[in-house]
């Protein structure tokens, strides 16, 4: 049974930063793509960053680009989010994924993603 568990998230002001940690079982975590989406009330998940399974390759939605930082550790099965110059836009719930596919092309959709974890709120106080 595949398990992501989020955490890390919280109330933080504006220009603050927070790390959010994604610790994952029931899966070869070392060959799975794994990426960070994030949804506000009323509106549709939204890509945020992916990870390839070596970390060798990263990639980033332009709104947090420069400011988000994702890595992981496969010794520790655990993906983060370092979170810097955090905005209000930036308030929403965030989800860890896991995907098993290396077509790096679509890994932008959450249709590509086969695990989800239950997600932590981050919000962003002006």
């Known amino acids: 049974q595949v398990q992501l568990v989020e955490s890390g998230g919280g109330l933080v002001q504006a220009g603050g930063s927070l790390r959010l940690t994604c610790a994952a079982s029931g899966l070869p975590f070392s060959s799975a793509t794994m990426g960070w989406f994030r949804q506000a009330p009323g509106k549709e998940r939204e890509f945020v960053a992916r990870?390839?399974?070596?970390?060798?390759?990263?990639q980033y939605a332009d709104s947090v680009k420069g400011r988000f930082t994702i890595s992981r550790d496969n010794a520790a099965n655990t993906v983060y989010l370092q979170m810097n110059s955090l905005k209000p836009e930036d308030t929403a719930v965030y989800l860890c994924?896991?995907?098993?596919?290396?077509?790096?092309?679509?890994?932008?959709?959450?249709?590509?993603?086969?695990?989800w974890g239950q997600g932590t709120q981050v919000t962003v106080s002006s």
């Open positions: 990870i390839s399974w070596s970390g060798s390759s990263t």
């Open positions: 994924a896991a995907s098993g596919r290396r077509n790096y092309a679509l890994s932008v959709s959450a249709s590509w993603y086969d695990n």
